[in-house]
């Protein structure tokens, strides 16, 4: 089945700068590929998602890169705020069910 | 819209008791998905429901299982509860395709002592 194996699982930065969390997926059949933020004790939330016919997504601070050939896809934060603080997981189909990697903790530091 | 919404929010049973869990998908949803999130294991898939059926299911045992209305609400439920199922139990719902967007509920925190 379908394997989502995420990096780094914590992430420190300091604010203004850059984060970059990247995820491998094992499944070449997958197709959809969302991010999800979940802030302590609060529900997982979609902030951005990208499907296999494209290679890069954009909005505003956030961008999701996808390298179908090499199976791995990439969420990128750019001028990171201390409210970007919080797990970000990955996710992929694999045989029709949505895996997710294991996380990651992004801190950013004022 | 209001988003999808879980009902109860906390809940504290002990070992060998079975509990069941709602969940309320948003209005014209007819996809819910269910989730078990733990430190360790992070968010693992249980079964996805659409139009009442179960489409997809995750390596979970027996005990753990679920059904979905004509309403597309949909309730899960654990039988023979083990210490192991302490965890956070979150429902996502979409539309109709496979794979569009989830949204995801608030989850039900279940304690097993």
């Not at chain 2, 869990?21 to 429901?49: A, D, K, M």
């Not at chain 2, 996502?92 to 925190?109: E, I, V």
């Amino acid at each position: 089945g379908e394997n989502v194996e995420q990096h780094p699982s914590t992430l420190s930065v300091q604010e203004g700068d850059s984060a970059v969390i990247k995820c491998t997926y094992s499944d070449s059949a997958s197709n959809y590929f969302p991010w999800y933020k979940q802030e302590l004790g609060k529900r997982p939330q979609l902030i951005i998602d990208i499907r296999s016919n494209v290679g890069e997504k954009k909005d505003q601070r956030i961008a999701v890169t996808l390298n179908k050939t090499a199976k791995h896809f990439s969420l990128h934060i750019t001028e990171t705020q201390p409210e970007d603080s919080a797990v970000y997981f990955c996710a992929a189909t694999g045989f029709q069910k949505l895996v997710f990697g294991t996380g990651t903790r992004l801190l950013v530091s004022p | 819209k209001a988003g999808v919404t879980q009902t109860p929010r906390y809940l504290i049973k002990t070992r060998g008791q079975q509990v069941t869990l709602s969940c309320s998908p948003i209005s014209g949803h007819r996809s819910v998905s269910w989730y078990q999130q733990t430190p360790g294991q992070g968010l693992q898939f249980l079964f996805e429901y659409f139009s009442e059926t179960q489409r997809n299911k995750g390596n979970f045992p027996g005990r753990f299982s679920g059904r979905q209305f004509s309403n597309s609400r949909s309730e899960m439920n654990v039988s023979t509860l083990e210490l192991g199922d302490s965890a956070l139990y979150l429902c996502a719902s979409g539309t109709s395709g496979r794979w569009d967007t989830q949204y995801f509920g608030p989850g039900t925190r279940l304690t097993v002592l």
